[in-house]
Every structure is written in C-alpha cells, then in structure tokens.
C-alpha cells in the first residue's frame, strides 16, 4: 500500500483487480476544499488509458512488476518462447501478450519482458531494430530519393513503407512503435 502522495510516473497500481501505470500526475491544491491528485492511468493489459482523480493522502494498493531482460528464441505455435539471461530460465509467453512486438522479433533479440506474479503481462523491445529487406519491387528510373514510399517485406514477416531508392537485400533500421522506416543500417 502506498499514499497518493507517494505516486510517480511508472509506478503500477493494482485498482478493481487491474493493473494500472501511472503516465502522469499532479498534485492539486485548490483555494477551498482539500487537496487531490489529478492522475492519467494506463492499463497495463488493454491499454486503455483514462484520467482518475484521488483525494489527497488516499491509499492506494501498489502492484510489483518485474521486468527482466529476457532473450527470445523461438516461436512455439501461438507462443513465444524466451529465456532469462541471469538465471537461463525458459518463459512461455502467450501470442496475445506479445501482439504487435511479434512483427520484429529475431531470433537472440534481447527484448524486456514484465511479469506480475509469475503471469507475463507485456514485452517490450528497443525502440528500433535492424532488418534486412527480403523483397520490395525495384524502383523505377527517374525515382527521386525524396519522392514516395514502396511496401518492403522484412526478414520477420512485416510490411515497411521505404523510400524507393532502398531495394531487395539491403539492411534498414525500423522503430518498432509505429513500424516507421529510420534509414539504412
């Protein structure tokens, strides 16, 4: 248990059996009436994010994430196998709490992994990665390296906007939060 007072960005709270982080906080003192904290929370799970508002000094039931840096390698059907890279542990992790970090995972890529109780909540990855392009189409003659964007399939199965200069076999750097093209490697 914790004190609204004591709240910081990052920090995980268990309220109505989700887990919640806090994104933002203020603490308010209005001229009348007592103080309060103004806070944005995100879901942990879904993602959804909504703004709560505590009285000042309220207690507020603290969660404990662990986050590890785990090495991820191989896909087990729907679920992505890692392994802890302290204890050599092995994780089984469902497809569904991996989502959309699947498109960029490589096989030996370290990636973050939270667990809250044994239970995988989320992975998180670097903000960008190398690939290597395995197909585009090539680009045409008269091209300009500052005109428009082809489709690239990556090595890990996902679809990049590229420039149309870039072609089949060269390496780019994709940020893995919005699958944004961020230039050669």
Known sequence: MASTNDLKNGLVLNLDGDLWTV???????????????????????????????FNAGTKVETATVDKRTMQYLYADGEDFVFMD???????????????????FLLPEAEVIVATHE???????????????????????????????????????????????????????KVDTRDSRYLGRA
């Open 23 to 53: 994104v933002e906080f203020q603490h308010v003192k209005p001229g009348k009436g007592g103080a309060f904290v103004r806070t944005t929370l995100k879901n942990v799970l879904s993602g959804k994010v909504v703004d709560r508002t």
């Open 85 to 103: 890279l302290d204890t050599y542990d092995q994780i089984t992790v469902p497809g569904g709490v991996v989502g959309e970090a699947s498109k």
């Open 118 to 172: 044994e239970a995988p909540l989320y992975v998180e990855l670097p903000t960008s990665v190398i690939l290597e392009i395995t197909y585009t189409e090539p680009g045409l003659q008269g091209d300009r390296s500052t005109g428009g964007t082809k489709p690239a399939t990556v090595e890990t199965g996902a679809t990049v906007n590229v420039p149309l200069f870039i072609s089949t076999g060269e390496k780019i």
